[in-house]
């Protein structure tokens, strides 16, 4: 093989397990999402009428532009629910305490030992 064949291979690789991560990782945030549950929250009866929860949920995206990948929530609330709980309850949410950070931490972890291999 020569050393252009080689390299060619490698950087292959790296596209495959690069790819791979970013899906787990979009199936990770949309299944740990919350749903909206209007029963939990402080006020109930705030919810509008024929409210159905999984918006945030089904927000989910994800795009490759040259060899970056980006996912994103294009939810209008999204990035107030993505963040840790915060005591007043105006971030995060009590179904997802932790935020997004942990998960997105694990992957880079996963990406990182992955690539390493190569």
Same mark, same amino acid.
């Given at each position: ?17 690069? #790819?791979?991560? *970013? ?5 990770? @945030? ?5 749903? &909206? +549950?209007? $029963? ?34 294009? #939810?209008?609330? *999204? ?5 840790? @709980? ?5 971030? &995060? +949410?009590? $179904? ?23």
């Amino acid at each position: 093989m020569t050393p252009t064949e080689e390299l060619n291979l490698i950087l292959k690789k790296q596209e495959i397990v690069t #790819a791979t991560i *970013a899906t787990d990782l979009l199936g990770e @945030l949309k299944n740990a999402t919350p749903v &909206g +549950s209007p $029963q939990i929250w402080k006020n109930p009866d705030s919810a509008p009428s024929g409210y159905v929860g999984g918006n945030l949920r089904r927000n989910w995206t994800i795009n490759k532009t040259g060899n970056v990948w980006e996912i994103n929530n294009n #939810a209008q609330y *999204a990035e107030r629910r993505v963040q840790p @709980l915060s005591p007043d309850n105006y971030y &995060g +949410s009590k $179904q997802f305490p932790a935020g997004v950070q942990p998960i997105i931490d694990k992957a880079d972890r996963k990406l990182q030992s992955e690539l390493n291999k190569i």
